[in-house]
């Protein structure tokens, strides 16, 4: 009697529908990405809470990657400091153009991480963000030898690996979680206000001034000067970091997508919904998407 109604209630259970704004991407049964110097799974989420935030992050792979059998060039990866309880981030987008960007992307991010934790456990507050680059380029540096068999220039390590990154932390504050960032390349951060709702981007964007910017300086390559933010996050709000697969269609918030986001944010999803609204389908959007959030939790001032 138990077997037939729990057989009963499955027979009911539809499978999700996939997201759809405005006019949708073609249908298609994804491809199994080639061994190309490494891949990873087509999606993955995490989440968890500490006392003070909640986080929530999802990668899934473009249309266009599981069209033509090509791994997710994205990344995301997220810690917590035992202690401090700081939580360290970091979201990385390979450029395409590398041959195993999405090693680089996971190289990177791990690396960000290890050097922000590595600050912390020195007593330091993790914002030396110049030296955790460094750290990033001689990780790229390493791993390129170790595929090539030998010391490589500048450019074959870009020519592997080039990748963006934004990375930093979130502890708690007098007034707050305290927010430190950076970022190389076009990756970006937005504080979502939920009031609104609005987006506020942390960094510039692709379209200021009118002008489109089409090339991305991206790692193992340095900035002259590395682009950072330093704020807080106060109940109402959400940080989001993200890479361009999920910043291009989002724009300036206000058209569908932000609407879309902005009402599922409104509070921690679970993180498998995260994943599932990340994914969804607009006609000319088949980049990867990563999106890595936090949430100030309830009384954590």
């Given at each position: ?13 539809q499978p999700w529908q996939r997201v759809v704004i405005d006019i949708p ?130 450019a074959q390590v870009e020519e592997l690996f080039a990748t963006t990154l ?136």
């Amino acid at each position: 009697m138990y077997v037939q109604h729990v057989r009963r209630q499955a027979d009911q259970i539809q499978p999700w529908q996939r997201v759809v704004i405005d006019i949708p991407g073609p249908e298609f049964e994804p491809t199994p990405p080639r061994l190309l110097g490494g891949t990873c799974p087509d999606s993955e989420c995490d989440g968890w809470s500490t006392a003070e935030v909640t986080l929530r992050s999802a990668s899934v792979r473009g249309e266009r990657h599981r069209y033509y059998r090509q791994p997710r060039q994205d990344a995301t990866c997220a810690v917590v400091h035992e202690g401090t309880g700081t939580v360290v981030f970091a979201v990385a987008d390979g450029v395409s153009s590398a041959t195993a960007a999405g090693v680089g992307a996971a190289e990177v991010c791990w690396a960000a991480v290890c050097a922000i934790h590595a600050q912390l456990d020195e007593g330091r507050p993790g914002h030396d963000f110049p030296a955790v680059v460094r750290y990033a380029v001689e990780t790229l540096h390493r791993q390129a030898a170790a595929m090539l068999q030998r010391e490589p220039d500048l450019a074959q390590v870009e020519e592997l690996f080039a990748t963006t990154l934004v990375a930093g932390t979130a502890r708690r504050g007098p007034d707050g979680i305290e927010i430190s960032l950076f970022r190389v390349g076009d990756s970006g951060a937005w504080v979502l206000d939920l009031a609104r709702p609005r987006y506020h981007p942390l960094f510039g964007t692709k379209t200021e001034g009118d002008v489109v910017a089409t090339a991305v300086s991206a790692l193992p390559r340095v900035p002259r000067k590395l682009e950072q933010w330093f704020g807080r996050l106060v109940p109402g709000q959400v940080l989001l970091v993200g890479t361009d697969g999920f910043g291009d269609p989002l724009g300036d918030g206000d058209g569908q997508v932000g609407a879309l986001f902005a009402e599922h944010l409104a509070t921690p999803p679970a993180p498998l919904w995260l994943a599932h609204l990340l994914d969804f389908s607009r006609e000319t959007f088949d980049d990867d998407r990563t999106l890595l959030a936090l949430w100030p939790r309830s009384g954590a001032r």
